[in-house]
């Protein structure tokens, strides 16, 4: 029989004592596991490159595009807000120039706020996927080589390229989209729009109907005009994403 530390009840009557062998015991409770914190998935910013390369080509030409990256074919490789330049030696004399056109304007402070320790993880080195999805929004690709396809192995090379730049510079990604830490840090730090306007309310805009020149108007001429004026196709092309930029920026998300 096992003895507990505390006697059980006992009672005495005449020369008779009564035990309550029975009688509850207090015990403490155990503890209770700790409820686990949700994590966001996360992935490095080049693997959710190369990843998105090879959903949005071909599968031959992919293959082809990482043949041409891993023999060298890319001698360079420009990266700035929107837009990763590249010149790729093909099979002709001047080497094929490449521009990868990404959305590039700053994510919503909420779509990051809103993910635990999203900062944290940047600062590492490892997004949350959802971050990273956002980030990398390829809206077209341009190529000087005779390929029709929308996205040639050339493009994919320097797609390539730059996801080596990711790999050892995560936060060259953010520059796609006119961030850095520093200024998400800030973001996160900054009262919400509500809050710095006191929850006042704005006087109603005029209706205004958008229209947009580049729609409206003929590319191939405005392409001509911007390439007579700039030194290299390089450089006309850097051109004409800058001016589309300004449109983004100024032209309604969803024009009626």
């Known amino acids: 029989m096992n003895v507990s530390d505390t006697p059980p009840a006992r009672s005495v009557k005449d020369n008779v004592i009564y035990a309550k062998f029975g009688a509850s015991q207090q015990h403490d409770e155990p503890a209770q596991p700790a409820t686990p914190t949700t994590v966001a998935p996360t992935i490095t910013p080049h693997v959710q490159l190369r990843l998105l390369l090879a959903t949005i080509c071909e599968r031959g030409r992919y293959t082809r595009g990482v043949n041409y990256h891993r023999d060298g074919h890319v001698t360079s490789t420009d990266v700035r807000a929107g837009l990763v330049t590249g010149l790729v030696r093909g099979s002709q004399l001047d080497p094929f120039e490449v521009a990868l056109h990404f959305a590039s304007n700053p994510l919503d402070r909420d779509s990051i706020t809103g993910i635990p320790h999203a900062l944290t993880l940047m600062s590492k ?9 956002q980030l990398f929004d390829i809206q077209r690709c341009e190529c000087t080589c005779p390929d029709p396809a929308p996205v040639c192995k050339h493009a994919v090379a320097v797609g390539l390229a730059f996801a080596d730049m990711l790999h050892s510079n995560p936060e060259k990604a953010l520059a796609l989209r006119h961030m850095s830490l520093a200024t998400i840090a800030d973001a996160i730090d900054a009262p919400p729009a509500a809050d710095f306007w006191n929850g006042g309310q704005l ?3 005029p209706d205004i109907e958008p229209d947009s020149a580049l729609e409206r108007g003929d590319r191939t001429l405005l392409t001509q005009a911007i390439r007579a004026a700039s030194l290299n196709s390089v450089e006309a092309l850097r051109g004409m994403y800058q001016l589309e930029e300004i449109y983004e920026h100024i032209m309604p998300t969803n024009p009626r």
């Not at 080195?125 to 999805?133: D, E, L, R, V």
């Open 203 to 205: 006087p109603p805009l």
């Open 125 to 133: 080195g490892t997004y949350p996927q959802q971050i990273a999805t």
